[in-house]
């Protein structure tokens, strides 16, 4: 990379976190998009220097968008919406439809991330193939993670605000959700 690196976003999705970095060349009129150090878009003498950068993200092909504004005389201002949203709103939202757990197992770090539209379960950029059935009091689906057993139940919290609890069961224990 140059010295052109003008911004650096991390953006948690459902396959992981992805790091963008943007290189803006206000001389040279050069643009640069790497997605985790990969470049992904190279533009360079942009007579423009403003505008916008379309692009995706992930394994789910999200859709993202740097926006180039000038600020005062050779200043610029640079922000990241995802899927049509600014980066702040989008992880927002994403917190309402999403259930993300940090938790290590057989020396391995996993990061598992239900998705509650679809129950899509991922962990560390993988979709697990998965199991759903109706108990008693809710929903399970299970899945595997090396030799562990997994389960995430969905139960009514008896509160319309709070609507459904989703728990991650690893060999039957408890798992926290991270924030």
Known sequence: MSGDLVAVWDVA??????????EHGTTTGKR?????GKEVIKRDW???????????????????????DAVSGF??????????QSLKKYMENRSKVT??????????????VLEKD???IWCNGQKMETAGEFVDD????????????????AVSSGKRQDGI????????MEISESE
């Open 75 to 84: 200043a610029y201002e640079y922000t990241l919406e995802i899927n049509g």
């Open 165 to 172: 609890i989703h728990t991650l069961l690893v060999d039957g």
């Open 118 to 120: 679809t129950m899509d």
């Open 138 to 153: 809710g929903t399970e689906t299970h899945f595997t993670l090396g030799d562990h057993d997994c389960c995430i139940k």
């Open 32 to 36: 640069v998009i790497y997605i985790d």
């Open 99 to 112: 259930s993300t757990w940090l938790l290590n197992l057989d020396g391995i770090d996993c990061r598992v």
């Open 46 to 68: 942009m007579f423009k220097l403003v505008g916008k950068e379309t692009f995706h993200v992930g394994d789910a092909n999200t859709k993202a968008t740097i926006n180039i």
């Open 13 to 22: 999705l459902s396959d992981g976190v992805h790091r963008i970095e943007f």
